[in-house]
């Protein structure tokens, strides 16, 4: 089956730790992109990928650092620099490169990412 | 900088057609989505417009109006299990080598009573 994987589901850390999410796909999509969820809140991107080897800063980078040397996968690393990290953490995918036509993200279950 | 607003929160009840707007302003257009998420889940695509109009799929539409920066999911037949959030996202282009990216609105809470 096609889909998009994201391991751990919960993950604990203490304070000062670095932690890597990982996300991998099989659906040979191009993009791929990175979302913080906190409590009531939309999706905030953090990094996004339209190729191997290549990545974008979202609106909240800071803290976060990513790696895209495959086309599956493309894990998050979350650093100590990152002040508030206790969050829902989303990875996603897509198809597209062209300019027009639907893009239709597609989601991973999630890491529901603890700072102790 | 890309906005979009919607309700933070709307009731509704089972059997009935509840609207859902959303307003943006972003550079670079190029289509309004609708995703729905349920509590703990990762959110599912439901729709795309990319032109004016109305998009039907089964009980759920969605419409676009780009002059007015306006788009509405609309849902029919309301079922207890449609509760959930519902967050509009828009396309825009970003930077020069034309990639692009989502933003995600911050969703609507819609509740279905009995």
């Known amino acids: 089956d096609g889909g998009i994987t994201q391991s751990p589901k919960y993950l604990f850390r203490k304070e000062g730790q670095n932690v890597t999410l990982s996300c991998e796909q099989n659906l040979n999509h191009d993009a791929m992109y990175w979302y913080r969820q906190d409590p009531g809140q939309g999706l905030r991107l953090i990094y996004y990928?339209?190729?191997?080897?290549?990545?974008q800063k979202g609106d909240i980078a800071e803290g976060y650092s990513v790696s895209r040397e495959k086309k599956e996968s493309f894990p998050l690393t979350v650093t100590s620099a990152q002040k508030n990290p206790t969050a829902f953490y989303l990875c996603a995918s897509s198809r597209q490169r062209e300019a027009e036509g639907t893009d239709t993200q597609y989601f991973g279950p999630g890491t529901r990412l603890t700072v102790l | 900088g890309q906005s979009l607003e919607q309700p933070s929160e709307v009731t509704a009840v089972e059997g009935a057609i509840v609207q859902i707007n959303c307003t943006y302003q972003t550079s670079g257009f190029y289509g309004l989505s609708w995703y729905q998420q349920h509590d703990g889940g990762a959110p599912t695509f439901l729709s795309y417009?990319?032109?004016?109009g109305l998009e039907e799929t089964g009980r759920f539409s969605s419409f676009l109006s780009r002059s007015d920066s306006y788009g509405y999911l609309l849902l029919q037949e309301l079922q207890m299990k449609d509760s959930a959030s519902y967050f509009c996202a828009v396309r825009d282009q970003r930077n020069s080598g034309g990639y692009q990216k989502v933003t995600f609105g911050t969703g609507t809470k819609l509740q279905v009573i009995p």
């Open positions: 417009n990319a032109l004016d």
């Open positions: 990928s339209q190729i191997v080897n290549d990545f």
